[in-house]
């Protein structure tokens, strides 16, 4: 009999951060600040093995939404909207008004979840002033942006 299993989401800790950082490597994906911000990643394994990961560098009511990588043979299967989702709810859980990112490669799958894309300079200044905004990926890398909930004034 062939049973399917679930990947279970879970709330990242430091035990996770060796194989958030070797997987992030092998998306070509910083892992600059993991280590930082690792209460705001979530994992996704299946039968005890990391397939995903995604993560948040919270800036007051603005989020870096940052590291999504799943591993390439669970890849275009649904794992990275599933991922993006769940951060997303937590997001928002956790009170943030809007999400930003920036991608080189992925801008049509972030558009398919509700980011668009903007200005690199209309970005929050908490998320500016991000070591990945300022640094680590480059200035050709596509800002995007998702309100997900409107700022109380």
């Given at each position: 009999m062939n049973y399917l299993i679930k990947p279970i989401i879970c709330s990242a800790n430091d035990r996770d951060i060796p194989l958030i950082e070797a997987l992030l490597e092998?998306?070509?994906l910083p892992i600059q600040g993991v280590r930082e911000s690792i209460e705001n990643f979530i994992t996704l394994y299946c039968k005890?093995?990391?397939?995903g990961t995604v993560?948040?560098?919270i800036y007051g009511y603005s989020a870096l939404l940052r590291s999504l990588a799943v591993i390439q043979t669970y890849q275009k299967k649904g794992y990275g909207k599933m991922l993006c989702r769940e951060i997303i709810e937590r997001a928002t859980f956790q009170r943030i008004s809007e999400l930003y990112l920036l991608t080189e490669t992925a801008e049509s799958f972030f558009f398919s979840?509700?980011?668009r894309p903007i200005f690199r300079e209309s970005a929050d200044p908490g998320v500016q002033n991000s070591e990945e905004f300022r640094s680590i990926c480059p200035s050709t890398a596509i800002c995007m942006r998702k309100v997900i909930r409107q700022a109380k004034t």
């Open positions: 092998q998306n070509d005890n093995i990391l397939i993560g948040l560098e979840l509700g980011f």
